[in-house]
């Protein structure tokens, strides 16, 4: 995260000095991170153990999506139909808002012939959050992909610096690439974004 902080404060040039508070570099790298989920998703393996008529489970702290489900398909295949082990419909899994947070509704809830015969242990993919940690290993950005990070998170950088300013005309110089001319935050955020854009695609995302 350091190393990162201190690439993006020196790539900002002027703009980076209205970055002060503690955690503003920390906040640009880690919005721009989960900008990611879409272009390089992240499939991790998740499990929870099911109960016999309950529908509502606790999500995963960091997952955005449900991916399948594995329950009765992997690693045991489930019985065939004629077969007196056969566990009928199996449940589909939806993610939503509860009131202590993400949870995974399964319906129908699944029943005590299921839980017999395919276990309690429910085990699914899903898509998690990229996430900006410490140290390199805590990161979850490929470092192929660094400088898209900070590429996101100059126009992160920029997206700020428009809402701050809404009612004040800003212009910055144009320092990433020395040119004489100068850009307000808003058009430096459409022309980083589009070049974020751009080169995500063409790294066959």
């Known amino acids: 995260?350091?190393?990162?902080?201190?690439?993006?404060?020196?790539?900002?040039?002027?703009?980076?000095?209205?970055?002060?508070?503690?955690?503003?570099?920390?906040?640009?790298?880690?919005v721009s991170a989960l900008d990611f989920n879409g272009y390089r998703p992240r499939t991790l393996l998740g499990k929870l153990t099911v109960e016999a008529g309950r529908m509502a489970y606790p999500?995963?702290?960091?997952?955005?999506?449900?991916?399948?489900?594995?329950?009765?398909?992997?690693?045991?295949?489930?019985?065939?139909?004629?077969?007196?082990?056969?566990?009928?419909?199996?449940?589909?899994?939806?993610?939503?808002?509860?009131?202590?947070?993400?949870?995974?509704?399964?319906?129908?809830?699944?029943?005590?012939?299921?839980?017999?015969v395919l276990g309690s242990e429910f085990r699914f993919y899903y898509f998690g959050n990229h996430v900006i940690g410490d140290t390199a290993d805590k990161t979850t950005i490929h470092p192929g992909d660094r400088f898209l990070l900070l590429l996101r998170a100059q126009a992160e950088a920029m997206r700020e610096l428009m809402i701050r300013n809404i009612k004040k005309p800003v212009q910055l110089r144009d320092g990433l690439?020395?040119?004489p001319k100068n850009m307000t935050p808003a058009a430096w955020y459409e022309r980083l974004m589009a070049e974020w854009a751009e080169k995500m695609q063409r790294q066959g995302v």
């Open 1 to 30: 995260m350091g190393d990162l902080v201190a690439d993006l404060k020196a790539s900002l040039h002027d703009a980076g000095e209205v970055f002060v508070a503690a955690g503003d570099m920390e906040r640009l790298l880690k």
């Open 177 to 179: 690439q020395s040119a």
């Open 59 to 116: 999500a995963p702290d960091d997952c955005y999506l449900f991916k399948s489900s594995l329950w009765g398909i992997a690693p045991a295949v489930r019985a065939k139909p004629w077969e007196k082990q056969w566990p009928g419909r199996l449940p589909d899994v939806r993610m939503i808002d509860g009131a202590a947070g993400k949870e995974l509704h399964l319906t129908p809830e699944p029943s005590a012939h299921q839980v017999a």
